[in-house]
């Protein structure tokens, strides 16, 4: 079955610098990458996803890359601010199924 | 426009009893996912049900779990003889007709046991 990695397991940054957070897929089936923000007690928030038939999508401060051949796609966030901390999670799926999660990232951005 | 809704958003129950988690989709949605999240841990998929069919079921316990999705009202996530390591989140996320990717995710019950 598919198995999603997730780097790093924690990232701080300064705010205003950027923020970085990398995600590898093992299944080629899949096709559907959404990215989700998680604040403490609070529900998964979709934030940005990618299908498999574009290469980046940007949203405001928020971009994401996927490298099919390479099997791995990217968040970035520019211009970070405090309320971007909280952990965010890359996730897979193959054509409206389950989600598989990555085991998510902690943000923490300084000011 | 109402977005998921989960039922109770919090559940305390003693070894051995029953829980009933309620998930109502997002309207026009067929289509409900649960999953488990533990203390500092990520979402683990459970089961995927369409209206009166379970369509993948792989991430269930083999035993003690259940879940259905009837004609009328909502999705139950049913955990028979709760243990202590039953104790976690459980969110249920809805998407629309097949084709649609995107799920969108309820609060969340959050499942202690004593």
């Known amino acids: 079955g598919e198995n999603v990695e997730q780097h790093p397991s924690t990232l701080s940054v300064q705010e205003g610098d950027s923020a970085v957070i990398k995600c590898t897929y093992s299944?080629?089936?899949?096709?559907?990458f959404p990215w989700y923000k998680q604040e403490l007690g609070k529900r998964p928030q979709l934030i940005i996803d990618i299908r498999s038939n574009v290469g980046e999508k940007k949203d405001q401060r928020i971009a994401v890359t996927l490298n099919k051949t390479a099997k791995h796609f990217s968040l970035h966030i520019t211009e970070t601010q405090p309320e971007d901390s909280a952990v965010y999670f890359c996730a897979a799926s193959m054509d409206g199924n389950k989600l598989v999660f990555g085991a998510g990232t902690i943000l923490r951005v300084k000011s | 426009n109402a977005g998921v809704m989960q039922n109770p958003r919090h559940l305390v129950r003693r070894r051995g009893q029953e829980a009933r988690l309620r998930c109502s989709p997002m309207?026009?949605?067929?289509?409900v996912y649960w999953y488990r999240q533990l203390p500092e841990e990520g979402l683990k998929f459970m089961v995927y049900?369409?209206?009166?069919?379970?369509?993948?079921e792989s991430g269930m316990p083999k035993e003690r779990f259940s879940a259905e999705f009837p004609k009328e009202g909502p999705s139950i996530l049913r955990i028979q003889q709760v243990v202590r390591g039953d104790s976690a989140a459980y969110f249920c996320?809805?998407?629309?007709?097949?084709?649609?990717?995107?799920?969108?995710f309820g609060p969340g019950t959050r499942l202690l046991v004593l």
């Open positions: 996320a809805s998407s629309p007709l097949s084709g649609e990717e995107t799920q969108y």
């Open positions: 049900l369409q209206k009166e069919n379970i369509i993948d």
């Open positions: 309207k026009g949605h067929s289509h």
């Open positions: 299944d080629s089936a899949s096709n559907y």
